[in-house]
């Protein structure tokens, strides 16, 4: 069965260990909260107040899948109603509040702040759910899903080994060979056209191509190959985590047949919470 996953993004690594460490996790981790907050109260805005259905679990399984059902189905009405500007209103700020919620619990999930910024992975969930649906699709012969209730409550990630070369975060050349000094502050262009900001490495950032801003000398890895991956309870990459799961579905099942054609649809995601899993190193 196929697991999707992600080793590292791109950027500058993360600190190994102490008060830098911290520092980095914290000062992110508040940004993509904040991130997330801004995205839901830009739905919420457009929502204007309007009723949403929440599921509450009784234990009683008849009780709850009736009441799941009628979730669902009210969900699709309220899709109806606000069919206009899903596309032009809400899509873009639910997928930011998505990305940016389950990057806040990443970072600050051994912080104070760590229930907010579950709750928010929640929160968004729930309107992806609700306005967009939380597709589950067939690979390689299995159900794969990328529900962010699902995998966010997964908590361990990634450390890979990388063998790499380092390149000149200012000119490109070898880090050893070029005249720039480490650290040391150069001009430089912004170019964002390989979708990466040239400046401070980073995908979103408050630089605008063409740009001319004065940033440190830093080395960057090129060329890099994975040569082993453990599984470890706190990635160094915050973000090294489970892209897509596979779902334990009967292949002769009608829900099979559902997710083959495109139809199947997660429900994880507008369920009450059932809690973390934790990392165990034990075999």
């Known amino acids: 069965m196929t697991q999707r996953v992600v080793l590292m993004h791109a950027g500058w690594a993360a600190p190994e260990s102490g008060p830098f460490r911290d520092e980095y996790l914290r000062a992110n981790g508040v940004r993509f909260l904040q991130g997330a907050q801004a995205a ?7 929502l204007d107040g309007h009723t949403l259905p929440v599921v509450h679990l009784t234990g009683d399984e008849n009780a709850d899948r009736a009441q799941v059902g009628a979730a669902v189905r009210r ?48 929160q968004a969930a729930w309107l992806r759910f609700g306005f967009l649906g939380c597709e589950l699709r067939v690979e390689d012969g299995s159900v794969q899903s990328d529900c962010p209730v699902r995998i966010a409550h997964l908590r361990w990630g990634f450390s890979p080994e990388i063998k790499a070369q380092w390149a ?51 080395r960057v890895a090129t060329d890099m190959s994975a040569i082993a991956i ?16 596979p779902l334990r579905v009967p292949t002769d099942s009608e829900f099979f047949a559902q997710c083959e054609n495109g139809e199947g649809r997660c429900t994880a995601c507008i369920l009450p919470c059932t809690g973390f899993i934790e990392f165990d190193a034990e075999p």
């Open 40 to 46: 839901i109260a830009a739905v919420a805005e457009v």
């Open 168 to 218: 000149c975060s200012i000119c490109n050349e070898r880090f050893d060979k070029c005249p720039h000094i480490p650290d040391d502050e150069y001009e430089v262009v912004v170019d964002r056209s390989d979708d990466t900001c040239s400046a401070c490495l980073e995908e979103t950032c408050h630089h605008q191509d063409g740009e001319r801003v004065v940033v440190p000398a830093r």
């Open 230 to 245: 453990a599984l470890v309870a706190r990635p160094r990459d915050p973000r090294a985590r489970i892209a897509s799961l």
């Open 75 to 122: 969900w699709a009405e309220i899709r109806e109603e606000f069919a206009e500007v899903v596309e032009a209103r809400l899509r873009e700020p639910i997928e930011a509040a998505v990305g940016n919620a389950v990057d806040a619990l990443n970072f600050l999930e051994d912080t104070e702040l760590c229930q907010t910024a579950h709750d928010l992975v929640h």
